[in-house]
């Protein structure tokens, strides 16, 4: 009997309000609590800094809408890899899985890492290392739990993810019901320039944004199909935006826009402010449960992508021999985490932990962010007479503005970031020299699933 070879395709069984719901609660992350803080200190006022979240969410509408098309023309589960192997070639792609084992994947658990660590620090600090202490910790213990076969249920993820909301909404209601006095502000010289610090101010807000690009994926199982992709986009950026101006204004309002600048857990801290220490105690442990979710999220899927990376290319053969009794790639899970944990310790020795995880991780995070956008163009030339369900609206306004904004944001991530930034370029030259000993894949690539990160992004 002849099997068929046609790969099963998705059922449309999810509306515009559910995914609406696995956008934000996607999106809406554990970077929240932190990334505030960074944009503070690289904008020299408010409202330098409420335009920062603004435009955060208009470039996020644009490269989702970018997304759309290529998900409902290009149907995969490779996302990204796919993306760029069908446009530039295999040699390209191999660069992208190689930053995502090497720089991206593991700096998105370093730096949930780092978020647990400065929230649980606030609920029981380990000292002066405290942060770093407990981002190991976390890197270890579930590295450890998943290479056992040992994985939080879907239930738990749902009921932390919820938490995680939660924190969000409890932040805001107590900042905007505050009367008692603001922080006293810094200098403007401390609190930053906008005229130097603005791009680097976007790479924290749109790091905070990040995750629309996984959401694109379930448009191949929207009950109202692709026509309903640009109204999910668009209704859940635009509240995801709403909440994040929202607590955002909770922030300036309890701290101040210096006091929220020179915060290291600003959420812990407006509670410290509005409710006490256990106002405190409560934020830092919702928080922290949050980002050890996200962190266990991407563990789980960053083991699995390096997996298939190591089946399709033999330099990397080591990662793609899976453990039956661990029903997992032990081999992948042990290589991650020991680069994740080489990521913290990398952190450790800079200025701040998670600052310089975010430089090291930008430039190449937007290279190929700048790359999937100009694929857009290059697939519509290379490809016309594919079926494109989904178009661009405005095309090619929109995918040029996101485009140029993913070009302004690698240019920002290089120019206004330090060693991290160069440290981070290394390794995917790193990439170039090990593409050009061992020229070809084992086999036709399958990689599976390569573009995701984690169920938060921070």
Not at 273 to 301: D, E, M, P, Q
Not at 367 to 378: E, H, M, P, S, W
Not at 380 to 405: A, D, G, H, Q, W
Request: aromatic share 12%.
């Amino acid at each position: 009997m002849k099997q068929s070879t046609e790969l099963p395709h998705p059922k449309r069984r999810i509306t515009v309000t559910d995914a609406v719901l696995i956008i934000v609660g996607i999106v809406v992350g554990a970077g929240i609590f932190r990334a505030p803080s960074l944009v503070a200190a690289n904008t020299s006022n408010d409202t330098m800094f409420f335009l920062a979240w603004i435009l955060g969410g208009i470039v996020s509408i644009a490269g989702a809408l970018c997304y759309a098309e290529l998900t409902t023309a290009f149907t995969n589960t490779g996302g990204d890899y796919h993306f760029l192997n069908r446009a530039y070639g295999k040699r390209l792609a191999f660069l992208f899985a190689w930053a995502r084992i090497s720089v991206i994947q593991t700096g998105s658990i370093a730096l949930l890492s780092y978020i647990f660590g400065d929230y649980f620090s606030q609920v029981y600090s380990l000292g002066e290392h405290s942060s770093f202490i407990y981002a190991a910790m976390v890197i270890i213990v579930l590295t450890a739990l998943n290479m056992t076969g040992i994985r939080f249920g879907t239930g738990t993820q749902r009921l932390f993810t919820l938490s995680e909301i939660g924190g969000v909404l409890l932040i805001v209601t107590f900042g905007l019901l505050y009367s008692g006095p603001t922080v006293p502000i810094v200098e403007p010289a401390q609190a930053g320039s906008a005229g130097s610090s603005l791009g680097l101010a976007m790479i924290f807000v749109l790091l905070t944004y990040g995750g629309w690009n996984e959401a694109a994926y379930i448009s191949a199982e929207l009950k109202s199909g692709s026509n309903g992709m640009i109204r999910t986009l668009i209704i859940s950026i635009s509240i995801i935006t709403v909440l994040y101006l929202l607590i955002n204004v909770a922030y300036i309002k309890v701290l101040g826009h210096g006091g929220l600048g020179r915060s290291a857990a600003a959420g812990a801290d407006l509670m410290r402010l509005t409710a006490g220490s256990t106002g405190t105690y409560i934020i830092g442990t919702l928080v922290a449960i949050s980002a050890l979710t996200s962190a266990n999220a991407t563990i789980f899927t960053g083991a699995r992508t390096n997996y298939a990376l190591g089946k399709d290319f033999k330099i990397f053969s080591f990662l793609g021999r899976w453990n039956e009794r661990a029903s997992g790639p032990v081999n992948a899970f042990l290589i991650q985490g020991l680069v994740s944990l080489a990521l913290i310790s990398f952190g450790l020795f800079t200025r701040s932990g998670f600052e310089t995880i975010i430089e090291y991780t930008a430039p190449v995070f937007w290279f190929f962010f700048l790359l999937v956008g100009i694929a857009l163009f290059v697939l519509r030339k290379k490809e016309p007479e594919i079926y494109r369900p989904f178009r661009v609206p405005l095309y090619p306004i929109t995918p040029i503005i996101f485009c140029l904004s993913s070009a302004y944001l690698l240019y920002s991530s290089v120019t206004y970031t330090g060693f991290g930034a160069l440290a981070g370029i290394y390794v995917l030259l790193a990439g170039v020299i090990i593409l050009l000993i061992f020229r070809k894949p084992d086999r036709h690539v399958t990689i599976e699933n390569p573009a995701k990160v984690s169920a938060d992004t921070v």
